[in-house]
């Protein structure tokens, strides 16, 4: 689960990191204004979406007066943010006001796990502010790793000589190792996936700060955090995979605008497969999962149904726990239940598959008795509408 900067920074100080001052998140223009005078008079409004390079797209302003925070939290507020990571644009919704800080310099610092060595990584870098991935491209040598042994942890020396080799400031040296440490408790507590503080910011004023916060929270750790609860509610980015999650359907929106609804994870990525293949794109990768009864099958039509992209459905069951009639039932009550005005392609396999086929046929489904038989059926039907 990714939270949003307010969460991140709201997290890290309780584990004692630094962090700007700020007057809370904004929904409103007026809202906002508020903040900036409660900050005394200036602010910085960031934009509050799931992606980095904010700062670039425009999403990221500072205001030297109340009515100016006004302004940029208007202009902000409904944006859609286009930005290097997610270049379809995330609608904003809500700005995070700050204190502006006076920055002297930007450093990179994160954690995340190292698949290679099996371990947690602190990656340091002098050259903060920017994209890593552009700096480990163009500086690769300007990036210092320090691997956390799982038993041990990192001894202060460490931390010091991994700091002294990014070439950042001895005199802020002693707080950054501080903040290191912080942030290390801070990683391993909340069953962190990622910590990314980008920049990490030396003031004027000689202190050090998270400017920019990202965190990642694994999330096969969250039954240990009912803390985060309300991170997660309302942290989707989409509102059918909210809906989804709420009835803890495998679903995923994707760009196409053929729907796919199929049982297990690997016959759901083959069925993708075989629809790209035919010449089409899948709206979504959905798994009902093994036994569906019909009354989830219903569920699942009903939410790829709810995509408006969605120009036909394709719906591929191999019937091992799961039966097909019951399958074929599901499919035949959402139909009931909603209006259908897209083509749905059915090919049913596998336990019941024989059933399941005459429940289809009093139907107008259109059934298919290959995968790639009724990939092509789909995409072909999707294009002519
Ligand atoms: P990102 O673009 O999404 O990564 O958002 P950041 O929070 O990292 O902000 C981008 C850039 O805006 C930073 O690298 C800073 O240069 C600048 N910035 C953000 N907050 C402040 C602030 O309080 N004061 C000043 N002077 N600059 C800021
Ligand atoms: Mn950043």
Redo the contacts with the bound molecule.
Sequence with gaps: MKLH?YQAKELLARYGCAV?KNAGIATTPAEAKAAVEALGGRG?I?AQVH??????AG??K?AKTPEEGETYADTILGMLLKTVQVPEGIVVEKVLI?E????EK?YYLSIVPDRNTRRNVIILSEQG?MDIEEVAEAHPDAIIRLMIDPLEGVRDYELREAVAEANFAPASANKIVTFIRQLITAYNTSDAAMMEI??LAITSDGRVIA??AKIEIDDAAMFRHPEFAAYAEGNHEDALEAEAAKDDIAYVRLGGNVGVICNGAGLTMTTMDEVKRAGGEPANFLDVGGGAQAERVAKCLNLVLSDPNVKGVLINIFGGITRCDEVAKGVIAASQMIEIKVPIVVRLAGTNAKEGAEILASSNLISADTMQNAAEKIVSLVKAA
């Excluded at 992606?51 to 670039?56: D, L, M």
């Excluded at 502006?100 to 920055?103: E, K, L, M, R």
């Design positions: 900067e700007p910085v960031k992606s980095g390079g904010r700062g670039k999403g990221i500072v700050e502006p800080v006076s920055i930007e502010g980008n920049p400017a920019d």
